[in-house]
């Protein structure tokens, strides 16, 4: 067995390749996949070994071996229980012996309450009909723009001129994961899906290769604090143009993409220095105020002529409700709230854990304060971070989102285990790494397959259940929340999300 | 149309098939002095020893229906005595006459006899058909020790499977190596060594002069004055084409019956194949018989098509060997020896890699010893003058393969878009 | 005719195609007695690696194929479904048909007492799709016409 263990650096392993060596045939299926250095194979002793302290637990060996001789499981902690300093101890233990605030990645994975679990759906009962979204026609079709206050039709014409609108046929989009932090095959499989889905994919703070401009229509372009990538032919691609002042994994913080992820295609798209640190800073340096916030908007419609919505993203903080009257009122068409258990590829523990709000709670407050200051209108609401299933979607657009992004789920579609090791760049699913083999093994045929059937079971899923409430269009649903109501939530809890209690 | 194809062996079978493939109605007729149906001349030394036995599928070139599902009319155990190329017409050893309208000469070659004494001996034999090695087989109780003479393809494997029977073996070679045109002194080492631990003793640079005995032959007696007991003799030191048959009829002959690129002799309704045939060596870049069965399977089937009148040109052939002496197995092809071509050699244990290479960056020829799994890959490079500029240097890797191709010609070769 | 198409964008390096050739070509077709308690077959695909690129090869069923040509006495012929084959009962192992190969992809198996074993790729004759392609995780080897 390799010598491997380095007590200066040793902090338990976190898990255990268990390996049924009698079903273990040495075929060194799992050596070659372990991008992680913790699988080996020994040819004089003719055996498969594991290193567990470099082991992630992202299952990629278990996956592939073909008698499913492993399995990969949780280590016990091997100190003694202490209710108060669990999980602490190697916490403390990694900053003192690196010396170095751990980064992680993926969304925040602490025991905070979730909202969605504490919400119920409506459904109709003899005095109003449901509907069979197999028999009646469910309208799923989503306009994401400024709307009017009111139309003017005459002479049978629409005589209103309208705001540019993003037209969605399910209310579900690719949220922001830049190319850099994917590999170039995830983004392939996101643009085919989106472009069969009728929706869209953002293209996150990164640029956009040029391979990708084909799916034209159906891309949301992202401007950031760094400005990565973005000039004229970028913005035009682009659907819309989301200006991203920040991220709910790391609220208040720029994006760092380590210098060994900068490869060549990647500089060239970043417009960046190959193999140089892609720094974005934590705010943007010309918006310091709503008015600053408003130039940009405006710069950036003035560059597009007006054809294009203009989006904000911001993380759920504590003055969301404010900040979103002040994003609306400085010109935005769609503002995105991105909940405190977003994903990100690479955030500082820290931040990740402890910054934020909930999105639940957050897009209760915005679309509440929006309606009481009379400007709902005029902007559209996409809810972001942390959307696990069909009825979270529901759920956030009954509370008042007009669509929501997702980013992990699309992950997990095409095979992420949330092994949270997107900052290493060695991921062994083949999403988040720029390393030409490791990227290989995401086949952008499978897996936009695999995006297209998540889509089409969410959306009838959700049609499933507006025909059970009694509602054939996302339109009838939006800002519902007579159609939800809190279990094991407190008064307070409930008067913020706007919902009665079960039973009210 | 009537076919009449002189030989039953490797060309004639293949013409055989190939005119089938196209042509039901032809009449064809096979001609050969072997009474057998056609068979495999490289297990002749197995055959020798009893390894296969002629009851043994493993030992023919096909099945033994094969003339009459592909309707052909054999005429086996008769010579082909003359050719009236002018009447179209051959003349059997009985008398007999056939007429034709395509003519294949498939006749392979015959041993060389080496300018030695005594070679009427009892005990001094020859391996190039199956009466031979049945000559040989029945008397090879008689044979303790036994001499071969010359360390070519047929002389070092007769060698190694009468050592393995328990006979002590000497094999004397004229040159300083065995297997001389098909290796390098190198490559000829694995073989040498190989030879001397299954017990042969190998007498290089030295050749028989006479061989001596009452009725059966005693002693063999070297050049160089040495003598050596024994009680057989193996003589096989190569083959000549059999162009008798074609030079008597007024065909231009030279060492063997001279085609041009479609098959064809100097008369245009006669054709040849095989070991008789002098075609185009596409490395030398001359005309010359390569006795090989790989290119006899080719030249058939290009004569024969030519024969039907479609214009199928041969792009001609180079010298290929396939051999395993005991544990020691070689591919070699080409041009294996000179100083004039850059030579890439590794030696690695028991690996020998060796690439000759001409000033355009064409492949030339190579020895691969014991690793020889890609060594077709190196033969199809050959064959279509592929520039290796840019792969060279992963010619001595034990492990090249596809891997170090360019990508965009590797997907379109394995996915058949380019041959 | 359908062949076994490589794509070497989406290999993965997993040798899962050498493994289901294994276990096709096995005895008792069992993926744990092939390994360990049956004389172990030799896989008639070759997964290649040398960073980035990886890909999995094996006989490309050429039309004028130069193994047969070459082969001495007729083991390695056409079968009835038009895929090259060697028969393993007549094969003496004399590996000319290796020395034609233009792909490289004909094995030595020398385990036999007397004769040597071409061994290539079949095809899989007893099923509908080849074993490697059903076994490829990523779908680097597809099998479709040519």
């Given at each position: 067995m390799k010598w491997m263990k380095n007590l200066k650096t040793y902090v338990p392993p976190s898990f255990v390749v268990e390996r049924d060596d009698y079903r273990c045939i040495r075929c060194k299926a799992c050596v070659e996949q372990c991008?992680?250095?913790a699988t080996f194979y020994d040819e004089d002793e003719d055996r498969v070994w594991n290193w567990d302290a470099n082991c992630v637990g992202c299952d990629r060996c278990a996956a592939i071996c073909p008698t499913e001789a492993i399995t990969v499981r949780r280590a016990d902690p091997t100190y003694r229980y202490n209710h108060n300093w669990n999980g602490h101890i190697d916490s403390i233990k990694k900053r003192a012996i690196f010396g170095g605030t751990p980064v992680v990645s993926m969304g925040n994975d602490r025991p905070y309450p979730i909202y969605w679990d504490h919400m119920l759906l409506n459904a109709s009962q003899v005095t109003n009909p449901s509907i069979d979204p197999l028999r009646e026609p469910m309208e799923l079709k989503t306009f994401l723009g400024r709307k009017p206050d009111s139309l003017d039709i005459s002479d049978d014409a629409l005589k209103t001129k309208l705001a540019p609108q993003l037209e969605l046929e399910i209310p579900i989009m690719f949220a922001a994961m830049s190319y850099g932090a994917l590999s170039y095959n995830v983004i392939e499989a996101l643009g085919r899906a989106a472009k069969e889905m009728g929706t869209y994919y953002n293209s996150g703070e990164g640029g956009l290769n040029k391979d990708h401009y084909k799916f034209k229509g159906n891309i949301i372009v992202q401007v950031a604090s760094g400005r990565f990538g973005v000039h004229k032919d970028y913005l035009d691609v682009g659907s819309a143009i989301e200006i991203k002042i920040g991220q709910g994994a790391k609220p208040g913080i720029g994006g760092h993409l380590p210098g060994e992820k900068v490869s060549e295609t990647i500089s060239e798209t970043r417009m960046m220095p190959q193999g140089s640190d892609a720094l974005s800073p934590a705010p943007h340096h010309d918006v310091y105020s709503i008015e600053d916030l408003r130039q940009l908007i405006y710069a950036l419609k003035e560059a597009t002529e007006y054809k294009k919505p203009v989006a904000v993203k911001i993380a759920c903080v504590h003055n969301v409700a404010a900040i979103s009257s002040g994003i609306a009122r400085a010109g935005a068409d769609i503002i995105v709230l991105d909940g405190f258990k977003g994903g990100t590829g690479a955030s500082p523990q820290v931040i990740r854990d402890n910054i934020g709000l909930p999105l639940e709670v957050s897009l209760a407050v915005v679309d509440e304060r929006l309606r009481q200051e009379g400007i709902r209108q005029y902007v559209s609401i996409v809810a972001s971070g942390g959307i696990r299933n069909s009825m979270d979607v529901v759920k956030a657009i009954a509370l008042g989102a007009d669509a929501v992004y997702i980013g992990t789920a699309a992950l997990i579609a095409i095979g992420c285990t949330m092994c949270q090791q997107c900052h290493t760049g060695k991921c062994a699913w083949g999403i988040s790494t720029q390393d030409p083999h490791l990227s290989k093994r995401v086949n952008p045929d499978i897996s936009s397959k695999r995006l297209i059937n998540l889509l089409e079971v969410w959306a009838l899923e959700i049609k499933e259940t507006m025909g059970a409430m009694g509602i054939n269009s996302i339109e009838s649903l939006?800002?519902?929340?007579?159609?939800l109501r809190g279990v094991g939530l407190n008064e307070k809890e409930l008067e913020i999300l706007g919902i009665l209690p079960a039973g009210e | 149309m009537k076919i009449v194809i002189v030989g039953n062996s490797t060309a004639a079978v293949n013409a055989v098939e190939a005119i089938r493939e196209r042509d039901k109605i032809s009449s064809i007729t096979v001609v050969s002095?072997?009474?057998?149906?056609a068979y495999s001349h490289p297990l002749l030394p197995n055959l020798v020893i009893g390894e296969v036995s002629r009851a043994e599928e493993r030992f023919y070139y096909r099945k033994a229906d094969f003339y009459e599902s592909h309707k052909v009319k054999t005429v086996l155990g008769r010579k082909v005595v003359k050719l009236y190329p002018e009447e179209k017409v051959v003349e059997l050893d009985n008398g007999d006459k056939l007429e034709y309208d395509k003519l294949l000469l498939a006749c392979g070659g015959t041993p060389i006899k080496p300018p030695i004494e005594g070679l009427e001996l009892e005990g001094v034999h020859t391996l190039t058909n199956i009466k031979a090695a049945d000559k040989l087989r029945k008397d090879l109780k008689n044979i303790k020790q036994c001499v071969v003479v010359g360390a070519g393809l047929i002389g070092s494997k007769i060698a190694e499977k009468l050592a393995k029977k328990g006979v002590k073996v000497t094999l004397v070679e004229l040159t300083k190596r065995v297997l001389f045109p098909v290796l390098d002194d190198t490559g000829a080492d694995y073989i040498h060594k190989e030879l001397k631990r299954l017990g042969v003793t190998l007498v290089l640079n030295d050749a028989v002069s006479a061989l001596s005995g009452d009725k059966r032959v005693k002693q063999v007696i070297l050049k160089s004055g040495k003598k050596i007991e024994t009680d057989g003799v193996i003589v096989a030191v190569g083959v000549a084409p059999n162009a008798g048959l074609a030079k008597d009829a007024g065909l231009t002959v030279d060492r063997g019956v001279v085609v041009n690129d479609f098959m064809q002799t100097s008369n245009d309704n006669v054709f040849a194949a095989g070991d008789v045939a002098q075609a185009y060596d596409m490395v030398s870049g001359v005309k010359r018989p390569i006795p090989i069965l790989p290119l006899a399977a080719r030249q058939g089937r290009i004569a024969a098509l030519n024969m039907l009148g479609m214009d199928v040109k041969y792009k001609g052939g180079f010298a290929m060997n396939s051999i395993s002496i005991g544990k020691v197995s070689f591919i070699s092809m080409g041009i294996v020896d000179s100083d004039e071509l850059e030579v890439l050699s590794i030696k690695r244990g028991d690996e020998y890699r060796k690439f000759l290479i001409d000033p355009d960056n064409r492949l030339k020829g190579m020895i691969l010893v014991n690793n020889v799994e890609k060594a077709g890959m190196f033969n199809w490079m050959i064959q279509n003058r592929f520039d290796v500029s840019w792969i060279?240097?992963?010619?001595?890797?034990?492990?090249?393969?596809?891997?170090?191709?360019?990508k965009a010609f590797r997907v379109l070769r394995l996915d058949r878009k380019i041959k | 005719m359908k062949i076994v198409k490589i794509k070497e964008d989406n290999c993965i390096f997993c040798h899962l195609c050498e493994v289901a050739c294994v276990v096709e070509h096995s005895q008792s077709k069992d993926i744990i007695k092939a390994f360990k308690r049956e004389e172990r077959p030799i896989a008639r695909c070759t997964v290649e690696f040398n960073y980035p690129i990886s890909l999995s090869v094996m006989c490309r069923h050429c039309d004028d194929a130069p193994c047969i040509e070459a082969c001495q006495n007729g083991s390695m012929h056409r079968d009835e479904r038009g895929y090259v084959v060697v028969n393993e009962e007549t094969c003496v192992g004399c590996w000319m048909c290796i020395m034609a190969c233009p792909y490289g992809v004909i094995k030595r198996d020398t385990r036999r007492e007397v004769w040597g074993l071409s061994t290539k790729c079949d095809a899989c004759p007893e099923r509908d799709i080849p074993a490697c392609v059903d076994a490829c995780p990523n779908e680097a080897l597809i099998y479709e016409e040519l």
């Amino acid at each position: 067995m390799k010598w491997m263990k380095n007590l200066k650096t040793y902090v338990p392993p976190s898990f255990v390749v268990e390996r049924d060596d009698y079903r273990c045939i040495r075929c060194k299926a799992c050596v070659e996949q372990c991008s992680f250095d913790a699988t080996f194979y020994d040819e004089d002793e003719d055996r498969v070994w594991n290193w567990d302290a470099n082991c992630v637990g992202c299952d990629r060996c278990a996956a592939i071996c073909p008698t499913e001789a492993i399995t990969v499981r949780r280590a016990d902690p091997t100190y003694r229980y202490n209710h108060n300093w669990n999980g602490h101890i190697d916490s403390i233990k990694k900053r003192a012996i690196f010396g170095g605030t751990p980064v992680v990645s993926m969304g925040n994975d602490r025991p905070y309450p979730i909202y969605w679990d504490h919400m119920l759906l409506n459904a109709s009962q003899v005095t109003n009909p449901s509907i069979d979204p197999l028999r009646e026609p469910m309208e799923l079709k989503t306009f994401l723009g400024r709307k009017p206050d009111s139309l003017d039709i005459s002479d049978d014409a629409l005589k209103t001129k309208l705001a540019p609108q993003l037209e969605l046929e399910i209310p579900i989009m690719f949220a922001a994961m830049s190319y850099g932090a994917l590999s170039y095959n995830v983004i392939e499989a996101l643009g085919r899906a989106a472009k069969e889905m009728g929706t869209y994919y953002n293209s996150g703070e990164g640029g956009l290769n040029k391979d990708h401009y084909k799916f034209k229509g159906n891309i949301i372009v992202q401007v950031a604090s760094g400005r990565f990538g973005v000039h004229k032919d970028y913005l035009d691609v682009g659907s819309a143009i989301e200006i991203k002042i920040g991220q709910g994994a790391k609220p208040g913080i720029g994006g760092h993409l380590p210098g060994e992820k900068v490869s060549e295609t990647i500089s060239e798209t970043r417009m960046m220095p190959q193999g140089s640190d892609a720094l974005s800073p934590a705010p943007h340096h010309d918006v310091y105020s709503i008015e600053d916030l408003r130039q940009l908007i405006y710069a950036l419609k003035e560059a597009t002529e007006y054809k294009k919505p203009v989006a904000v993203k911001i993380a759920c903080v504590h003055n969301v409700a404010a900040i979103s009257s002040g994003i609306a009122r400085a010109g935005a068409d769609i503002i995105v709230l991105d909940g405190f258990k977003g994903g990100t590829g690479a955030s500082p523990q820290v931040i990740r854990d402890n910054i934020g709000l909930p999105l639940e709670v957050s897009l209760a407050v915005v679309d509440e304060r929006l309606r009481q200051e009379g400007i709902r209108q005029y902007v559209s609401i996409v809810a972001s971070g942390g959307i696990r299933n069909s009825m979270d979607v529901v759920k956030a657009i009954a509370l008042g989102a007009d669509a929501v992004y997702i980013g992990t789920a699309a992950l997990i579609a095409i095979g992420c285990t949330m092994c949270q090791q997107c900052h290493t760049g060695k991921c062994a699913w083949g999403i988040s790494t720029q390393d030409p083999h490791l990227s290989k093994r995401v086949n952008p045929d499978i897996s936009s397959k695999r995006l297209i059937n998540l889509l089409e079971v969410w959306a009838l899923e959700i049609k499933e259940t507006m025909g059970a409430m009694g509602i054939n269009s996302i339109e009838s649903l939006r800002g519902n929340r007579l159609n939800l109501r809190g279990v094991g939530l407190n008064e307070k809890e409930l008067e913020i999300l706007g919902i009665l209690p079960a039973g009210e | 149309m009537k076919i009449v194809i002189v030989g039953n062996s490797t060309a004639a079978v293949n013409a055989v098939e190939a005119i089938r493939e196209r042509d039901k109605i032809s009449s064809i007729t096979v001609v050969s002095d072997e009474s057998y149906r056609a068979y495999s001349h490289p297990l002749l030394p197995n055959l020798v020893i009893g390894e296969v036995s002629r009851a043994e599928e493993r030992f023919y070139y096909r099945k033994a229906d094969f003339y009459e599902s592909h309707k052909v009319k054999t005429v086996l155990g008769r010579k082909v005595v003359k050719l009236y190329p002018e009447e179209k017409v051959v003349e059997l050893d009985n008398g007999d006459k056939l007429e034709y309208d395509k003519l294949l000469l498939a006749c392979g070659g015959t041993p060389i006899k080496p300018p030695i004494e005594g070679l009427e001996l009892e005990g001094v034999h020859t391996l190039t058909n199956i009466k031979a090695a049945d000559k040989l087989r029945k008397d090879l109780k008689n044979i303790k020790q036994c001499v071969v003479v010359g360390a070519g393809l047929i002389g070092s494997k007769i060698a190694e499977k009468l050592a393995k029977k328990g006979v002590k073996v000497t094999l004397v070679e004229l040159t300083k190596r065995v297997l001389f045109p098909v290796l390098d002194d190198t490559g000829a080492d694995y073989i040498h060594k190989e030879l001397k631990r299954l017990g042969v003793t190998l007498v290089l640079n030295d050749a028989v002069s006479a061989l001596s005995g009452d009725k059966r032959v005693k002693q063999v007696i070297l050049k160089s004055g040495k003598k050596i007991e024994t009680d057989g003799v193996i003589v096989a030191v190569g083959v000549a084409p059999n162009a008798g048959l074609a030079k008597d009829a007024g065909l231009t002959v030279d060492r063997g019956v001279v085609v041009n690129d479609f098959m064809q002799t100097s008369n245009d309704n006669v054709f040849a194949a095989g070991d008789v045939a002098q075609a185009y060596d596409m490395v030398s870049g001359v005309k010359r018989p390569i006795p090989i069965l790989p290119l006899a399977a080719r030249q058939g089937r290009i004569a024969a098509l030519n024969m039907l009148g479609m214009d199928v040109k041969y792009k001609g052939g180079f010298a290929m060997n396939s051999i395993s002496i005991g544990k020691v197995s070689f591919i070699s092809m080409g041009i294996v020896d000179s100083d004039e071509l850059e030579v890439l050699s590794i030696k690695r244990g028991d690996e020998y890699r060796k690439f000759l290479i001409d000033p355009d960056n064409r492949l030339k020829g190579m020895i691969l010893v014991n690793n020889v799994e890609k060594a077709g890959m190196f033969n199809w490079m050959i064959q279509n003058r592929f520039d290796v500029s840019w792969i060279k240097d992963t010619f001595l890797n034990s492990d090249f393969g596809w891997k170090y191709f360019n990508k965009a010609f590797r997907v379109l070769r394995l996915d058949r878009k380019i041959k | 005719m359908k062949i076994v198409k490589i794509k070497e964008d989406n290999c993965i390096f997993c040798h899962l195609c050498e493994v289901a050739c294994v276990v096709e070509h096995s005895q008792s077709k069992d993926i744990i007695k092939a390994f360990k308690r049956e004389e172990r077959p030799i896989a008639r695909c070759t997964v290649e690696f040398n960073y980035p690129i990886s890909l999995s090869v094996m006989c490309r069923h050429c039309d004028d194929a130069p193994c047969i040509e070459a082969c001495q006495n007729g083991s390695m012929h056409r079968d009835e479904r038009g895929y090259v084959v060697v028969n393993e009962e007549t094969c003496v192992g004399c590996w000319m048909c290796i020395m034609a190969c233009p792909y490289g992809v004909i094995k030595r198996d020398t385990r036999r007492e007397v004769w040597g074993l071409s061994t290539k790729c079949d095809a899989c004759p007893e099923r509908d799709i080849p074993a490697c392609v059903d076994a490829c995780p990523n779908e680097a080897l597809i099998y479709e016409e040519l």
